[in-house]
């Protein structure tokens, strides 16, 4: 059984190689919720594996993602990124971004996001 730690490194190595969308589906539960800021809640695997796919589909140039720090706890893990795009709709986007993410049954439950919007 893969510790938190293992867990939340093979997530964020998934992403550096591009495979995101892999690890939604390897690593989320199925009723996982993720909020955006004090955005509304957007609850259910498949209404956000088709938010992932719409965002990722409009990049149209990405330029970095880089995890800046980690930090682990009890069914709680934390991860400091920053990145650095072209979205179509979005513009260039050069920001830093803190996700919260909650595990249940050794998948996320809960994620939340936080940067300046």
């Known amino acids: 059984m893969k510790t938190l730690i293992e867990k939340i490194s093979t ?4 992403i550096l190689q591009g495979n995101s969308l892999e690890a939604f589906e390897a690593f989320y539960h199925d009723d996982v919720v993720i909020q955006e800021n004090d955005n509304p809640e957007c ?10 796919q719409d965002f990722f589909a409009a990049i149209t140039e990405f330029r970095c993602a880089k995890p800046l720090n980690l930090a682990v ?28 993410q909650n595990w249940k049954d050794g998948k996320i439950i809960k994620e939340k996001l936080y940067y300046e919007s």
């Open 73 to 100: 706890g009890e069914q709680t893990t934390m991860v400091e990124w920053h990145f650095d795009y072209t979205h179509k709709e979005l513009g260039v986007k050069n920001f830093t971004q803190v996700a919260v």
């Open 43 to 52: 609850i259910g695997k498949e209404i956000n594996r088709k938010r992932k």
């Open 11 to 14: 997530i964020n190595d998934m």
